[in-house]
């Protein structure tokens, strides 16, 4: 090691020794002070250059922003001196990153550093690209200079290893330089086989690259992984400096595996050749085995275990997605059996992630295999490692079907009291969505149903009771059995809430099914016990249970006018409104009609099924085209008879899929008159489940993958945030109950870029995803915007993750905005979803502002008006549904791009602007005048262009602004 | 994009090393540098595995004395074909220093970057043998 600088480590020591930060402070301060006078001294060793600049990194390793050093930075680079040139490119970086500013100077040093005939120098010169390849477009202008270095044979192996990475990271600035240099991809790949092990996984890395963006480019590299893989891992050849705890190059192994499964995005529209297929399937299932290859000595290390689980983990990937060998799935199911048990958590942890991904990967088969690892998968319930057991659970879940389903809740049901509190929701939705997707028998659901709420209750969200109630509702056969069940529950000693709030709901709506077991005055004992120690929304729904109990049982009406009564002074505003109304409603004079006709029987939940539905077999209708039958013909089905036939048909239901607000507030607000009562009562206290949990939900699935009628029909709602995002540049373009993404769009003359952020907000995760643009004119011969995605986004988004899609679109000539590009976007979360969305990259977000002078505006106008006459102009008169202030109506313009000139139109209720459009063709001006009607809601926009059918495109997309807004 | 961030805190929280390989600015990285340094600090060292979600990506880290070296990696990335990358990182730093501590990375912190950029590049792996390694670092030594 070459000498230390005792000045470097005195400062050092000094800054460790303050007691205090304020004692650091001063030090630092002094040590800037005095840096700076040496600097400007001039006269400076490059040791002393080298000394200073090392002080300056590390007060800013303390937190503190350096100013000034640049400079002599730039001179250190300059030297001939290793150290000296080394610490000079590192703190170079510094300043870089801080501005984004790189200087002529720099860039000259670097070229000449990447050309020098020292591998020394090059090596510092790419590491200084490699990290700022990014800023100020650094990256384009070394591009041939780094292949040069890449490709020649003659350049050491340790300068190829380090041109290749910063070959990536120049690829990653800007992915056109790969479409700019399509030859050298052959190159590159070709340097996987190269004999340095070094070069062969920085090379690795690289190719990786490519291949996400085109795996086709890099087609011809699947011989070559898979050749280097079967030497690696079959023969063992490996040179003796890359053998790690006698394992051959472990790292590369999992790069290439990584590697190929890149290469074959989809096997089965790219399969593997024969030949090809063979050698893989010795790889893998070599890997797979738990044969130990290496010398026993290592077998005991654990480094030695962590590379070999860490190849395995890597096969197990590669062999889901490519199936090489017919016996791979039993393989890779076996091998991560056993680490189940393996003594290390981080090998339990991966091992559980990896089952659960292979489940999820290969459906059925492979869940039915993992089905053999349960009872090792339940034990990991009880791990130490709560990560661990959260795993588990999630494993549970994926691997769960219909003949393990009744064992797997009864497992949950008993470890729900066992485990922790933060867990217990998620076990009780988990459970709650199992035993709905593959119940069998319809007696089996409801008692695990109500077992779950009696285990669970105070942990379970309300969708979990709130679903329950819906299924009941819908499944005529087991209501009786359910309203049994549930006095058995409520006769015990304490209950969850969430149990009361059920027995509310079906005893109030099914009691009179099971009058012969359960009396209506038990019945009402039951559900009145509890009624002054739950909650007032549980109240609220006792009170509606007595209402109905009113109407069935003449036996209870004077008990029932008791609680109405005393209710009515209730200290809650909500009981004490809903008891009042009650009251009313049962001591009308026209006998029981108004009652009958707010009590009538629950309908099904018709606009959301339920594969429960289909699998007890109870209800036979609503399975499809549901939505088509009326109302009142549905109320005739499933309706409680004594109820149904004595009334006619209420209004229909306000509710589609949007989640009722919470049904006490809901219920004050809209009970307000007395009218309104029948047409929002009745199905008040159960809301509708938004979504129970991820992946099985029907429902998120048929609300996403919209019906697509042809190619061209975008997706429902792709309106509202394309027309905001017209007026703006940024802000959530799109959102449904699985994503949402949220657009950016930085405008620079004729060329846009744009960013769109997808946020993973389904409760699982997100896979395969793809974003394409496409554009939406026809003619391509002349294309009137160019548009190049510049960074894809990762296929696989995490729970609440989120990923990114960049693109550049530069503006050539006019086009209308039904010719704006078009995102098409297809994942997995659950089901297959596919969304398509317009763009806002319309003409007129290439209008920038032109500030005019007042005076001259109105000459503008008329030199338009006189030398285009008509084709220069365009005039709409429209209407808004929202008033429009002369102000309101100037932010909206000169978001448009138009530079708003104050006053210089006589009537001051108008506004006129001035912009000027960049195309690559060309620049144009456009004038705009809006006159507002004096109500803010009638306007006439005119719009006047120097280059023809401009006016008309920017018109109209100001107008759908002014109207959506 | 493979390793986002690569970083040695020490139990105490201060920065011992910081290499970054995406852009981010200082506040940004003052800040994720903290919240690692939360995150991993409440985990139970004993029990619990090596590996925790991060954000939208994974945190692989193992502590040696009283350091935590830590990498930030996508999620698909191999969780423990980095956690030995920390180890091999380790070894070779223990090689270099001659028995390695905090106070050596402290007082050395450039040629401990150095170190790491014989390793790793662009944020992914470069060089994995450790004789390799060792015989660059040494070899710039005597070049002045």
Not at chain 1, 6 to 33: S, Y
Not at chain 1, 112 to 125: E, K, P
Not at chain 1, 465 to 473: D, E, L, T
Request: aromatic share 8%.
């Amino acid at each position: 090691m070459s000498p230390p600088m005792k000045g470097l480590v005195q400062f050092i020591a000094d800054i460790r020794n303050a007691k205090v930060h304020e004692e650091e402070e001063k030090r630092v301060q002094a040590e800037l002070v005095n840096i700076q006078k040496q600097f400007s001294s001039g006269n400076l060793s490059g040791y002393q250059r080298k000394k200073y600049i090392c002080k300056l990194m590390y007060i800013y390793m303390l937190g503190h922003r350096i100013k000034f050093g640049y400079r002599e930075a730039i001179e250190l680079i300059s030297s001939q001196v290793f150290s000296e040139k080394q610490i000079g490119y590192m703190a170079a970086l510094l300043f870089v990153s801080g501005n984004r500013e790189v200087d002529g100077a720099l860039i000259e040093h670097v070229r000449h550093d990447l050309a020098v005939d020292n591998s020394n120098f090059n090596a510092l010169a790419l590491q200084f690209l490699s990290c700022s390849a990014e800023f100020g477009q650094l990256g384009a202008s070394f591009e041939n200079d780094v292949f040069n270095l890449l490709r020649s044979p003659l350049t050491p192996a340790l300068v190829r290893k380090k041109a290749c990475l910063t070959m990536l990271a120049l690829y990653r600035a800007d992915p056109q330089t790969l479409s700019r240099n399509p030859g050298w991809v052959p190159r590159i790949v070709a340097l996987i086989d190269d004999q340095n092990l070094g070069v062969a996984i920085s090379a690795v890395s690289l190719t990786q690259f490519i291949a996400r963006i085109d795996p086709i480019l890099c087609k011809p590299a699947v011989p070559l992984v898979i050749g280097r893989l079967h030497r690696l891992v079959v023969n063992r050849e490996c040179p003796d400096e890359y053998l790690y705890y006698g394992n051959p190059a472990p790292w590369l192994t999992v790069k290439l595996m990584g590697l190929l499964e890149d290469l074959i995005p989809d096997p089965t529209e790219t399969p593997l050749d024969p030949a090809n297929g063979a050698v893989l399937g010795e790889v893998l299932s070599s890997t797979l085995s738990s044969t130990k290859l290496a010398p026993a000595t290592y077998h005991e290390s654990l480094e030695y275990r962590n590379t070999r689980h860490s190849i395995l983990f890597a096969a197990v990937s590669l062999s889901s997605r490519v199936d090489a060998s017919p016996e791979g799935l039993p393989n890779v199911i076996r091998a991560l059996g056993g680490l189940l048990e393996a003594g290390e958590t981080n090998a339990r942890y991966l091992a559980l992630d990896a089952l659960t991904k292979v489940a999820a990967r290969s459906g059925a088969s492979g869940s039915q295999k993992a089905v053999e690892h349960l009872p090792k998968v339940m034990r990991l319930l009880r791990d130490r490692d709560v990560s661990v057991r959260q795993k588990a659970l999630d494993l549970v879940y994926a691997i769960c079907d219909s003949t393990s389903v009744e064992n797997i809740c009864r497992d949950l049901l008993a470890y729900m009291g066992v485990a922790e509190y933060s867990m217990r929701p998620d076990v009780a939705v988990k459970v709650a969505v199992l035993a709905e997707k593959f119940a069998t028998d319809a007696t089996w659901y409801v008692t695990t149903a109500l077992k779950l709420i009696a285990v669970a209750g105070s942990h379970v969200a309300d969708e979990v009771w709130q679903r329950i109630v819906q299924i009941v509702v819908n499944n005529e056969g087991i209501q009786p059995l359910a309203c049994k069940t549930l006095v058995r529950h409520l006769k015990a000693p304490s209950y969850p809430e969430p149990m009361l709030k059920v027995g509310a709901f079906l005893l109030g709506e099914y009691g009179h099914l099971i009058e012969s077991s359960a009396s209506p005055k038990e019945q009402f004992d039951l559900v009145y016990a509890k009624f002054y120690q739950c909650s007032f929304a549980s109240r609220a729904m006792i009170l509606s249970c007595f209402l109905k109990f009113f109407l069935k049982y003449e036996e209870l009406r004077p008990l029932i006018l008791d609680v109405f009564e005393s209710e009515s002074a209730s200290i809650d505003s909500e009981i004490q409104q809903r008891a009042l109304e009650y009251l009313k409603i049962v001591t009308r004079n026209d006998g029981l009609s108004l009652l009958k006709i707010v009590t009538v029987g629950m309908p099904s939940f018709t606009n959301k099924t339920s594969p429960l539905i289909a699998r007890l077999g109870s209800v036979k209708i609503f399975e499809k085209g549901y939505s088509k039958v009326p109302d009142s013909l549905k109320r005739d089905i499933t309706g409680i008879s004594s109820s149904a036939s004595a009334v006619p048909p209420p209004a229909p239901h306000p509710r589609k899929g949007a989640p009722a607000p919470p049904p006490p507030r809901n219920h004050a607000a809209s009970s307000a008159t007395l009218q309104s009562l029948p047409r929002s009562f009745s199905s008040q206290d159960v809301i509708l489940p938004q979504s129970t949990s991820g992946s099985s939900n029907p429902f998120d699935r048929s609300r996403t993958a919209s019906p697509t009628k042809g190619l061209a029909a975008l997706s429902p709602n792709w309106e509202e945030g394309y027309t905001r995002l017209l007026r703006f540049d940024q802000g959530v373009f799109f959102e449904n109950s699985l994503l949402k993404i949220i657009y950016r769009l930085t405008r620079e003359t004729n060329s846009l870029s744009g960013d769109l952020q997808v946020v993973n907000k389904s409760p699982s995760q997100i896979t395969g995803l793809v974003m394409e643009i496409r554009p939406g004119f026809l003619n391509s011969d002349d294309p009137p915007y160019m548009i190049n995605v510049t960074k894809v986004p990762d296929a696989f988004v995490p729970e609440n993750g989120r990923t990114r899609l960049q693109f550049q679109a530069t503006i050539r000539t006019e086009f209308g905005d039904s010719e704006a590009p078009v995102l098409n976007l297809s994942f997995v979360s659950g089901g297959f979803s596919t969304i398509r969305l317009r763009l806002p990259v319309v003409l007129a977000k290439a209008v920038a502002h032109a500030p005019l002078e007042r005076s001259s505006f109105f000459s503008r106008w008329g030199q338009i008006g006189s030398a285009l006459g008509a084709e220069g102009e365009s005039q709409l008169i429209f209407k808004t549904t929202t008033a429009f202030s002369v102000q309101n109506s100037s932010r909206i313009l000169s978001q448009l791009g138009f530079a708003v000139v104050d006053n210089a139109d006589p009537n001051p209720n108008n506004v006129v602007g001035a912009g000027i459009l960049h195309t690559a063709t060309g620049v144009s001006g456009c004038l705009c005048r809006l006159e507002i009607a004096p109500d803010g809601q009638q306007f006439r926009l005119t719009m006047r262009c120097t280059r023809p059918r401009v006016a008309g495109i920017i018109l109209s997309t100001a107008v759908s602004v002014f109207k959506q807004t | 994009m493979a390793i986002q961030f690569l970083l040695a805190l020490n139990r105490q929280g201060k920065t011992r090393v910081s290499k970054w390989y995406v852009n981010a600015s200082d506040e940004e990285k003052w800040k994720t540098e903290s919240q690692v340094h939360k995150l991993i600090c409440s985990r139970d060292h004993k029990n619990q595995s090596n590996f925790v979600q991060f954000q939208s990506r994974k945190l692989v880290y193992k502590r040696y004395a009283g350091l935590f070296f830590c990498f930030c990696i996508d999620v698909q990335d191999n969780e423990l074909s980095y956690l030995e990358s920390i180890r091999l990182l380790v070894e070779v730093l223990d090689s270099y220093f001659n028995n390695v501590c905090e106070l050596d990375l402290v007082f050395n912190f450039y040629k401990v970057s150095e170190v790491i950029d014989e390793m790793f590049l662009s944020g992914e792996i470069e060089e994995t043998s450790k004789d390799v390694i060792l015989q660059r670092v040494q070899e710039t030594a005597k070049l002045d």
